[in-house]
């Protein structure tokens, strides 16, 4: 198992921070382009999923998988968004989701007057607790081979 | 005993006193230098605004709650959750519109105000104003465009102080170029 890179979307479509950990193959085009290209997917798929819907939903689009990854997604209802890659055995990333939410970014960006909201996350300290934080998941452990 | 070691080890609590002593510090020096009320109603709206933009990032991690499906769910939770968590008390929720889309927060004791009397010559200003603006800053982060004004104040003589919201309209997501 393994997590291979993350995002975080601000309401805006803004790339607010990106980060990466065993990612060995690159899309090709630059972190702009695929920023952006993320957060369109991202847009259109849960307009989608709550247009296709047969019944009220709660919760909405979660995540997504192919034969060699799964994309987890997370929004929080201030319209922050998380997104996380990981390989196919590392399960819902739901609550490790809201707990880099809740425990990092609410801590170290929300709670740091310096850090505008609506720029690139340019701390350090945040950039490290993040790493530390995913660094120690069970999911991280092994390497992909 | 495990509640005192829990309070004096949560970095989050302070002494109420010197919350409500430093908020009236602070208006006081407002006053001093703008010398109008109503400028300086302005400006605790405006910091007010500023701390509810990110004070609902924390809350929303701390509460865990979904998105309120309508406007009353919303009053509730302001009020049970909200204000508990921020200044410990649980405003009463009144004065309905038949719409459904205004109401208003009643607030017995208000903890900015402990202490506090109004001198002579101020009766436009709204002491507890920054409220309104933390209302106002956190309702829009979760997509609700709301109006929030005093209707009245105990330090102006009232039996309650009275904060009154109007739902104004849903702010919708931001599409991304070239998309509709």
Redesign the interface.
């Known amino acids: 198992m393994t997590i291979f890179d993350f995002y975080i979307f601000d309401r805006n479509g803004t790339c607010l921070c990106y980060a990466e950990w065993n990612r060995k193959k690159q899309s090709g085009i630059s972190k702009d382009e695929e920023y952006k290209l993320m957060y369109g997917m991202l847009f259109s798929i849960k307009s989608f999923v709550n247009r296709i819907s047969p019944t009220d939903i709660k919760d909405g689009f979660l995540n997504f998988k192919t034969s060699k990854y799964m994309l987890h997604f997370y929004e929080t209802p201030s319209g922050l968004k998380l997104i996380m890659n990981t390989d196919l055995g590392a399960g819902s990333m739901r609550d490790v989701l809201h707990q880099i939410y809740s425990t990092i970014y609410v801590e170290y960006v929300v709670k740091n007057p310096l850090c505008e909201l609506d720029k690139p996350i340019l701390s350090e300290l945040f950039k490290s607790k993040l790493d530390e934080f995913i660094r120690s998941l069970p999911v991280f452990a092994s390497k992909v081979s | 005993m495990s509640r005192q070691t829990a309070r004096a080890g949560d970095p989050r609590k302070v002494n109420g006193e010197l919350f409500t002593l430093t908020y009236g510090a602070l208006v006081a020096q407002l006053l001093r230098d703008y010398e109008d009320d109503e400028e300086v109603n302005k400006q605790l709206e405006k910091m007010g605004y500023n701390i509810g933009?990110?004070l609902?990032?924390?809350f929303?991690?701390?509460s865990?709650?979904?998105?309120c499906n309508d406007f009353r769910e919303t009053s509730d939770i302001i009020s049970r959750l909200g204000f508990k968590m921020y200044l410990g008390i649980t405003p009463v929720i009144s004065n309905w519109s038949p719409a459904g889309d205004e109401f208003s927060l009643l607030i017995e004791n208000n903890p900015l105000s402990d202490f506090v009397e109004l001198p002579e010559g101020h009766t436009a200003l709204n002491y507890s104003n920054i409220l309104c603006g933390v209302l106002k800053g956190a309702l829009e982060?979760?997509?609700m465009d709301v109006d929030v004004w005093f209707v009245q104040d105990q330090l102006k003589g009232d039996n309650i102080t009275e904060i009154r919201l109007k739902f104004i309209k849903r702010l919708d997501?931001?599409?991304?170029?070239?998309?509709d």
Do not use: C, F, H
Not at chain 2, 174 to 179: D, I
């Open positions: 933009v990110r609902i990032e924390d929303l991690a701390r865990n709650t979904s998105r982060m979760v997509q997501d931001a599409v991304p170029a070239g998309e």
